[in-house]
């Protein structure tokens, strides 16, 4: 049991005063989206803990907590790191960039379309 | 090539994104941060990176395929507000899944720093008291009452804005502010998060290379981030940064001490009227940094009539802030830039945009001729950090690290 003057389990997560504004259609679809959010950032997090333990294990053989803690990578790794980020990112909102896609070719045939126009003899 | 003669390698990677967290300038009262904590912050610079250089382009790409169509469709005619462009853009779901990733981007970063900081709240608040308990150079007044501007909401959806204490002697609100806004920015504002005071100090340095400033005023200075820089450009000068909230002035003469800045006294007061306080005519540089925005209709005249009446004869007057919105700037553009007024609680931010600045100056005293226009991008270590100047990919309307400047010079 912690015996500090304040929770940060209760206190973290803290509604800011102001009414709060919602955006998709429907609220449960962002808060959906918020849970899914959060996940996404938990996973990140346990991958960059893996992949300093990767790098620990390469660099020493033998990793420990402390090791863990103080790892500084070096601009190089730090670039990989970021770099697998990025990737890790666009993979997840991939929907997203896709409907950007789509604004950009505009109207488009879909496959009932097509598969009318090719099952016509003439 | 034949495949026996193929580099083994995978193709060479260009990044070119967010600097590591651990970059990050740790001065003597910078909360610690585990690996974890650390690597939530690293997700959340790359979310907002994001967020700005590959899912916000796509708004103004609906916008131009489909919902200033459909207004011209639904002969409408054309927009005459921004405030038109905006309540057609909720409609639309680009804008919409944008915002709600954005708000909870800004949400989740408020609970990543607060964890980190809560959670070593005794420890972080028993350093800044030792660090400032009978120091003179703290002055904080119990009986202050937050004005409206800073207690209706709490700015960029932060728990308890500048001015909560959670327990007595707080300082966990701005060591969040303070660990945090390199997620918010993506590294934008260097190590220490002065790339703005580092830029203002430079710029002073250079147009106006004969200003030799005794006593300099420093008005919404927050934790002082963005005037160390400027007490560290002329460390002979008398330094006074001045602020509604306590919790952000007690961590702010912390901060500077363990940075080995020595002249900034930090004093809890309102901006607005500073009569009981300071003598007319008695500074040299009045600055203000980021901070009109989060002031008000009320209250901004008030201001800019303070800093003509505390500044001697041929002493400057600088406000640094994101550009006002003019005819030349497209409504779309105005209508972004409003985002953070409307969802990310910076209720001013619409207003004070559409202000005439040089005529506001005028009314409280300064001549015309005398007024001071400029632009300032955040000064950052390059081989770290991501520079404003130089990124054209970014725009992100209104987060951008680079700022306009309005100022004055008093005649005499």
Known sequence: MSTATLDPLKLAGSKAKGKRPWFLENPDTERVMNITLALMQEVAVIRERMDTVERLLDRDGVVTREAIETFEPSKEEADERGYWMQEYIARCLRILQQDREAIARGKEDSSEDVADEFAKVD | MADAERDPRPDPIEYDGPPDYRVVGR??????????????????????RHLSTKVMPGVAEAFDARIEPARKKAKKGAYKTRHEVRKDLVQDPM????????????ETRQQA??????????????????????????????????????????????????????????????ANYDAGIFATTGGMLGRYNDGGGVAVAQ?????????????????????????????????????????????????GLARAKTMGIENVTFIQGDVSDLKDMFEDESFDWVQSTMFLHETSYKTMPMIFAETQRLLKPGGIVLHVEQPQYSDDMPLFEQAMRDWDAFYNNEP??????????????????FDRETLIHGGVAAVVDPEVFPEAAEDTEQEDYGRKAAWHVIGARKEG
């Open chain 2, 95 to 106: 804008f919409q899944w944008w915002s709600a990733m954005r708000r909870a981007t800004m």
């Open chain 2, 348 to 365: 001013f931010w619409t207003k004070m945009h559409e202000v005439d600045l040089d005529a506001w100056m005028e009314t409280a005293g």
């Open chain 2, 113 to 174: 720093g607060r964890w980190v900081t809560i959670r070593q709240a005794d420890a972080l608040n028993g350093k800044v008291r030792t660090l400032t308990e009978g120091d003179p150079r703290l002055v904080l007044n119990a009986d202050f009452k937050q004005p409206r501007s800073t207690d209706a909401i709490d700015h960029h959806c932060m728990p308890g804005s500048y001015h909560t204490e959670l327990v007595p002697g707080d300082v966990t609100g701005p």
């Open chain 2, 203 to 251: 710029w002073v340095q250079k147009n106006l290379p004969d200003f030799q400033p005794k006593r300099i005023l420093d008005l919404g200075a927050g934790l002082g981030h963005n005037v160390l820089p400027i007490a560290a450009a002329f460390p002979d000068a008398e330094v006074i940064a001045v602020d509604a909230g306590a919790p952000m002035l007690r961590y």
């Open chain 2, 27 to 48: 001065h003597g009262v910078y909360p610690e941060t585990s690996h974890d904590e650390i690597a939530r912050f690293n997700f959340l610079a790359q979310m907002n």
